[in-house]
């Protein structure tokens, strides 16, 4: 089966989280993720859905909605954390 993109939603998910800064808004951190897979057709739930896999893996990508009428998040980075890939690999 041929890929769909060079990098992973999930890898792109990652990689865009580490970039941004600590208060970001969905439909941003959306458009960043297809402009990095370069599949534009993708759906923010599927990116949203990717985070929260993100989240629930490793603690660093660690974030909270802090207004949800114009969605925006903040980062919750605990001291100890540091920034890794599901695969266990620095982010770079």
């Known amino acids: 089966m041929k890929a ?12 865009v989280y580490t970039e ?11 458009a960043a993720v297809k402009a990095k897979t370069g ?13 929260r896999e993100a ?9 909270r909605c802090e ?3 114009i969605s925006l998040y903040a980062k919750i980075t605990p001291p100890e954390a540091k920034l890794a890939t599901f695969s266990g690999g620095a982010v770079k």
Not at 4 to 15: D, G, L, N, Q, Y
């Open 4 to 15: 769909k993109s060079p990098i992973t939603v999930r890898r792109a998910v990652e990689i």
């Open 20 to 30: 941004l800064p600590d208060h970001f808004h969905a439909p941003f951190f959306c």
């Open 39 to 51: 599949r534009h057709y993708l759906m923010d739930g599927t990116i949203l859905r990717r985070l």
């Open 55 to 63: 989240r629930a893996d490793n603690p660093a990508f660690n974030y």
């Open 67 to 69: 207004d949800a009428t």
